[in-house]
């Protein structure tokens, strides 16, 4: 397995773009290409749901809503445009020749989660802006629907990007295994990563001292000579002590299973995993 193909969602917020460029350098690192997407949401369709707008004036409203999507859509093209021609990235919507990076872009109008879903699938990874984590009853996704649907419904790795995290090619990884699925699921899906490193933790629980030392025997099949970095069991929380062992490590990136679960329809995310989506500093490769 490579990494050759990383979508990036493009809108919403200004970080989109800086994920766009964290996307260049792994692209660079593994010759892949990056798809951009923008989705275009028809305002009108929840107008009309919200106020029962009466048939004549919902194909006004349509249009105009329609019109005003294309335009912002537009504006985040040419800032697509603009960033590839910065970082000298070819844009082509085909595989080119030779293992350049390349970079394409595409929009369409439908559900944001429905279309980054379907993206997501058929990608290698997808690379997304640290959320801002909301809490209490109003908003029933504490990450937001669209990164809630990529990290629950996909199957595939979401690389969390920090923000004011320096953007440059990471050489040290950490792993934070608990012999989960997911954890193990993430290992397996982030190998290419893995083997280009140039030193790789194990970060575990001691209880988990056995686990560790058999995740690095199997690493050690694959070339990955990796180190264990045990958690303290005092004081911080697991999140926060993960933290701290890749912050005293100099680590680049973190590797970790998510964990969710759900409750009366709605999806509660693990401490852990809450913890990291909301405080780490460096980008964390998430896999449900």
Known sequence: MSIKTILVPIGGRKASMTALERAFVIAERFGAHIKAVHVMERAFDAVSFEFHLPAHLRGSVEESSEQSAKVQADEYREAFEDACNKANVTISDKPTSGTGVSAGWHQEFGHVEDVLVRHARLSDVVTVPQPVIAS?????????????????????????????????????????????????????????????????????????????????????????????????????????????????????????????????????????TRHLLAHSTIPTLMVH
């Open 136 to 272: 209490g009853p109003a908003r029933r996704s504490p990450v937001g629907r669209a990164i809630e649907a990529m990290l629950c419904a996909t199957g595939r790795p979401v690389l969390i990007d920090p923000p004011k995290c320096e953007i440059k090619q990471c050489n040290s990884v950490a792993i934070g295994w608990n012999e989960s699925t997911e954890a193990s699921r993430a290992v397996a899906m982030t190998m290419p990563w893995l083997t280009v490193m140039n030193r790789v933790t194990i970060i575990a629980s001691r209880k988990r001292e056995r686990g560790a030392n058999e995740l690095a025997e199997y690493l050690s099949w694959h070339d990955v000579k990796a180190e264990i970095a045990f958690l303290d069991s005092q004081g911080d929380s697991v999140g926060e002590a993960m933290l701290n062992i890749c912050k005293s490590t100099s680590t680049g990136f973190l590797i970790v299973g998510g964990f969710s679960h759900s409750r009366a329809r709605e999806l509660l995310f693990g401490g852990v």
